[in-house]
């Protein structure tokens, strides 16, 4: 059993962008400039693409993108070792990133105090 229906969210999702895509064609056409500029430079492989936009749908936490680049990184070939590599990326840039920002909100203690 999973936690949700991902290949249901991703669906759903691609739905809501063409829906989106008919409203806003320019919008949707700019993410997707966007998108794949990557892939046109060509200096990772797809499947390393994959493994950074999961990661990165982790820490911004967005199901639809989970949903998209967990089923692109496995068709590129990532396994579920490599998966959770770059998952433990995620997690060290979160906590990383609550460290930093920790000492900024002990900086603005600071400033109060005075």
Known sequence: MTMADWTGIRENLMAGVG???K???DSVAGYMTVSG???KTNHLDAKTRQL????VAVTTRCDGCISVHSAEAVKEGASAEEV??????AIAMNTGAALVYSTRALDAVKAAIG
């Not at 950074?52 to 990661?55: D, K, T």
């Not at 959770?84 to 990326?89: F, I, K, S």
């Open 23 to 25: 409203m806003s064609p």
């Open 84 to 89: 959770a590599e770059a998952l433990g990326v």
């Open 52 to 55: 950074i936009s999961l990661a």
């Open 37 to 39: 500029a990557g892939a």
């Open 19 to 21: 829906e989106l895509a």
